[in-house]
């Protein structure tokens, strides 16, 4: 089975011409987006839900400065790339409370799409700074007040890991781990485990890594997460890369 990188969008418009215009622009990016026409189920999405890119309507009707401040706060998306389609003085209005992007109104299609080509990029880096790569690697680690265990990483990151040990492991103690990359040299972290369940499986978030070390761990999940966006990538835009 093909493995790519699903990017989710949310589009906050009630507006036809734009909805016909972005459906098709999204679609042919690979960005699964969900269409909000009221305020509330838009601030609703951007403050619970993981999104990439959150493309709101300054239409002077709605509140669309709400749904930006909304999704700045908001924990899962304070570094979602957000794209204002505007028009006359909103322009600068949604620059200040913190769009990205903007598109002019009324929307051209090509215009918008060179646009999203340029929202798109920032989402791939985006997601690869918070995107976890799916491995098994073993690792020795040691914790704070509870010693040297054995145990296995079930996914990686630049800021944490997700360990799967024989036991539960406490929350919130430090921990110091070495492991080796595939490929790659030994990498050393320091951290703190951020959750764990019964079952064993620990989420630890990274507090310190040597520069040498983090430099092999950025490059080497950057080679990873490349692929995934190269199966993701839409045609046109791969193509337009390579120009």
Known sequence: MKEHVQLDGLLFTSDTQILNVMNQILESF???T???HELDPALDAVTHRRLDAVIVDWDGVSDPTRIVRATRKSSPNSNSTIVAMVCGQSETHALLVGANFMIHKPADSDHA???MRAAYGTMLQNRRRAARVPVDIAVVTRIAEFGEIQAQISDLSVGGLALQCRQPLPINRE???QFSLPGTGV???SGRIANADATGRAGVRFSFVPEEDR???ESWLAVELAKLEKAE???DHAENEGN
């Open 175 to 177: 921990v110091l781990a």
């Open 215 to 217: 430099n092999l761990l």
């Open 34 to 36: 969900e269409v909000c």
């Open 187 to 189: 990498i050393h972290v």
């Open 113 to 115: 799409r060179r646009c």
């Open 30 to 32: 690979g960005i699964k």
């Open 233 to 235: 990538m839409p045609t």
